[in-house]
């Protein structure tokens, strides 16, 4: 079971060719692919700063998401509570919290980040 950081879920969606062959690959296959909504937070926040050149809403990406084949995975407490156990490598508050449902769940995280896989969670890339 996958679970898709937002890079990858927007590069996925867009085509793009940062996205590696392998992590394309898992995606086009209709593995178990999941995707947080902390995810489509992130967007909406980083779009409102500017941070971001995705004109799409967030209700577009997730239709185009489950159209996919993706699955939501919901924000649970236990995956909040995990975010207490990490250690501070990662500062970035999404990451961490995508960390946490990764280790509660299981999941192998479909990530370029390259501090991800300092914590005790599977990546790939």
Request: glycine share 4%.
């Amino acid at each position: 079971m996958y679970l898709l950081d937002t890079h990858t879920i927007l590069w996925y969606l867009a085509g793009d060719s940062k996205l590696s062959k392998k992590a394309r690959d898992i995606l086009d296959s209709n593995k178990s692919c999941y995707y947080s909504m902390l995810s489509f937070w992130e967007i909406a926040i980083k779009q409102k700063l500017g941070k971001l050149d995705c004109k799409v809403s967030v209700s577009v990406i997730e239709s185009t998401c489950i159209k996919a084949g993706f699955i939501n995975v919901p924000i649970l407490s236990s995956h909040i509570d995990t975010i207490n156990l990490l250690p501070e490598i990662h500062k970035d508050p999404f990451d961490r919290l995508l960390i946490g449902q990764a280790i509660v769940e299981n999941f192998i995280i479909v990530t370029k980040d390259e501090l991800i896989p300092n914590y005790p969670v599977k990546t790939l890339w």
